[in-house]
């Protein structure tokens, strides 16, 4: 018994390095953005919507780094610039859903019958629909703008959370903790909130960190179709767009914003599966 | 008598672990000759699981090494053929038989087709040959329809068929040697008695040679020629079985022979604490003609199934103070009816009540009063407990929904409570996870006992656990029932842990009471048919004393089984 009891205690220091690695590298990742968001109007060498007749479609040099765009704006203020933008789609985008989709599931995989019922149905409609035709639908009826956009992906994006926790929640709600918290005469509210949605959110979590990413490329789609982040300010999406008919022969247009869409991304999903290490998700 | 098939010569097996090296099978030797059943008995944590996978390799990390030492399969030495070669060894030459079968059976392979896969694997059969070899070993294993049941799959299984399955699967190999790793102890005691006679009788037919690892002399006592006993990893003492039981050396057997229920229930618990019961005084609890019924599958859009009833017509009276044994196999109800009780399971008919208030009628005034002098303690004690939350925490929540306890005295309550359940203050900081079965079982009744209740359900709270642990957890039971004056409903399949625990027993036999009274008249004098066959299916430690020889041997009704998982 001891034996067998001290393999998974090695399992689990391994997990605990391993998930460390890839918190650490994760976070790391997006506190640099973090900062180069903050201090953008600091380190950012030229003005990014600034246009230079004169430096038009430069390579990158030691004066322009990652080299200018069709208009001779700077790309590395812009990416900088671009930061700022892409990093509050990344958060707002995901933290309403989450929100939303958190607590529709909670209530109506604890509740159950005709609430889950309802509730379910709305997600099958929703679903139904091609995840960015919807979009594009509801931002078309508010008008362009980086808001239209927060308002759409809170109205469709929650799904996928509520989907996930109340999946959760209906093998919870049967387990002998939460049999026991009835029997102790707690509370609905208590129950669901402060002993099920705790056990129940981890997934959630994780997948949070992977939706990040989604929904910064839907941010970008969105505004590459000229309904999302309005030119001339900088934000990736848009700057890949731009760049896309020179690609052959200025690539560093699009190279540059695109390197960071990948780099943001990838530290969101370290973040994420650093997350999923650490809550369990996987055991 | 004839040599030995298995000779197994000082195997000594080491752990190499990062703070040092331990040794888990130390020097142990033992013979193990055509046709015989061989008991490994022991505690966990003695090795024997370990000292059967060591014979074919099967090391569960490989951090754990074969030190020193051989085994002989008939004159090959085991400890020194490849890896490849052992892969033949395996299955062909010794199988292995688990605990539980529902983890070793893949859920998504027909059973027939798991035993022609080892047929057409080590014998090289056709496939139309395999299928044939196979529902043979079916009809063997004593499966009722072998050819339609070829395609039927684990979970359509009761426990006890999908263990005939698994031997099924092991002898599909045609073994010389078949290791059988606590077979039976996830069963129903009737069905116990069933596999072990299946395992006899399969040792009968085909000459095979058995190890058979338990925990429960009994068993050992019922089925083997030969004992060997193991702690700590070594081999205390091995011989006939008759010479063991009856002449032990070793002061270790000689604790295990003691201490088993059959040999207990000699002596008897004293009837004296079950003193008549003033009939001025009122029950406690009163259950009438309590029906539980279930819609039984049922579609999205009606079309529902018939209800199946879980509990059928239950009566049962309890006096304060009083503990009352609920026993019965799987599916017969008794969990159905500890939750109907607490108003956690919706009553179809019938009435609950509890100090005088009835649970159907003043549905709020009994609740609220159940929820506040009434617990229940859970059969999986990590189930059981947030996972997320803290002991302290936990009982620090129950104090203060409950309302009885002062916020300042809260601290000092937790305290109480855990010396109250024998842990330690500093389990207050801990979570389930860091804590092992018996801990956790022990925060719960903890947990129960926070409620400062007149009643406590526990609801095979012993099952999931260790022999020993079991053992300890029984005796807290025994010592909280003295102290604070509990009314203790116990739920078990255990019928031996009910004798030792409890004052009146119930018997319950598909959702119904089948017989009850006192528990020493009960288990010496069981009136009803069902009543004696559970009593009898007990292994009994003397080995002339044999299994009844043929218990009703239908199984029950696949539905409860499922119902026993429902909220």
Redesign the interface.
Known sequence: MTVQASAPLALRWHRFFGGRLTLVVGLAILLFFLLVAIAAPLIAPYDPILQGADVRLQAPTWLHPFGTDNFGRDILSRVIWGTRIDLQIAVIGVLFPFLIGTTVGTVAGFFGGPVDAIFMRLVDIILAFPFLVLMLSIIAILGPGLGSFYIAMALVGWVSYARLIRAQMLVLKNSDYAVAAVSLGFSRARIMFRHLLPNAIAGSLVFSMSDAVLVLLSGAAVSYLGLGVQPPVAEWGVMVAEGQSFVTTAWWITLFPGLSIVCLAFGFSMLGDALGEVFGVHE | MNDPILSVRDLTVK?H??DGV?T?IDAISLDVRKGEIVGLVGE??SGKS?FCRSLVRLM??S??RIESGSVLLEGRDLTAVSDAEMLKVRGAEIGMIFQNPTSHLDPVMSIGDQIAEGIRYHQGASARDARAAAVDILSQVGLPDPARQYDSYAHEFSGGMRQRAMIGVALSCDPKILVADEPTTALDVTIQAQILRLLMEIRDRRGLSIILITHDLGVVAQTCDRIAVLRGGRLLEEGPKRTVLSTPRDPYTVSLIASHPSIAAEGGPAPAEAAPIAATIRPLLEVDDLHVRFASGGGLFGARGKPVSAVAGVSLRIMPGESVGVVGESGSGKSTLA?AI?G?TPLSSGHVSFEGVDLAQQKNAAL?K???E???V???PY???????RIGDMLA??LR??GATPVAEIPARIGALLDLVGLEREFADRKPRSMSGGQCQRA?IA?ALA?DPKLIIADECVAALDVTIQAQIVELFRALKRKMNLTLIFIAHDLAIVRNLCDRVVVMYRGEVVEEGLCAEVFARPKHPYTAALIAAIPDIDPDRPLLADIRCDPPPASPHILE?L?
């Open positions: 752990a672990l990062p331990r888990l966990s944590g370990l569960p990390s951090r754990l939750r607490l956690l609220f159940l929820r506040h009434a617990a229940m859970f059969q999986d189930n059981a407990l947030n996972p997320r939350m929540e129950v929904v409950q719960g947990r409620v998982r909220p």
